[in-house]
């Protein structure tokens, strides 16, 4: 594994198109983040860290960087947006298209935040991972992400409160799933709230896939006005609620 002794003509390039998304400190270590990326082959905070020989610091620095700094992943992405429209080889282009996809994030357990036990088509198993709800643009010179947000696993005591709060009924002779078949509960709780999720105090409680894939769609398009670009997607998509949108709100073929 090749020492750092400076940043990467690369990152010294394009890193001022990030600058204003942190703070000085901040920034010095998304550069470093960036060029560790680039260069280590070991991915990890420590890999990364190590090998930088100029500018030697603690691993905990850029640990606290990625965890705890407050700078706005939604900004980090639409600054990488204007790069990349910037530049003639990844402009978006009229005959580009937008796909709408899942990528799972395998763990090799399961004590993460927001993780769950997922089946994995790939593998054809189970696995605990986290689960990415992606928006990708394409065309026939570049293709890169858009968007992306995390599926999170519906947690059902804020369920069952949130639905009680917004005034919707639950039968009691449900309640001893409770502690006879949570998972029967679970599953209970989730079609109450399919069934008046049309209520927006409501749907809140729980974003779906398909409520994530359509609020990205959404603020794609809000985002690029002259982009009305064709939307594709695998069937498990093909739900006649998120057709519509795409149909008669967001007027994509």
Known sequence: MLPLVELPAIVRHYAPWFA??????????????????IMSENKTVEGINRIFVIDVRNQSSLNRWLTGSPFSVEALNQARLKLLSSLSGTQMQLKGVLSVDETLLTHYGKHFDKIAYLYDQTQGCYVWAHHLVNLHYSDDQTDYPVDFRLWEPVEVDELEAGLKGAGVPLRASKYP??????????????????????????????????LLAQQRLTQFFSDHPPHHLPVTFDNWYTHPAFCRVLDQTLQSA
């Open 177 to 210: 799933l409770k502690a006879s078949d949570p998972q029967k509960w679970r599953q209970y709780l989730l079609e109450v709230w399919r069934r008046h999720q049309k209520t927006l105090e409501v749907q809140q409680l729980y974003h779906r896939k398909l």
């Open 20 to 37: 204003a998304v942190f703070s000085p400190e901040a920034f010095v270590q998304f550069q470093r983040y960036v060029s560790g990326l």
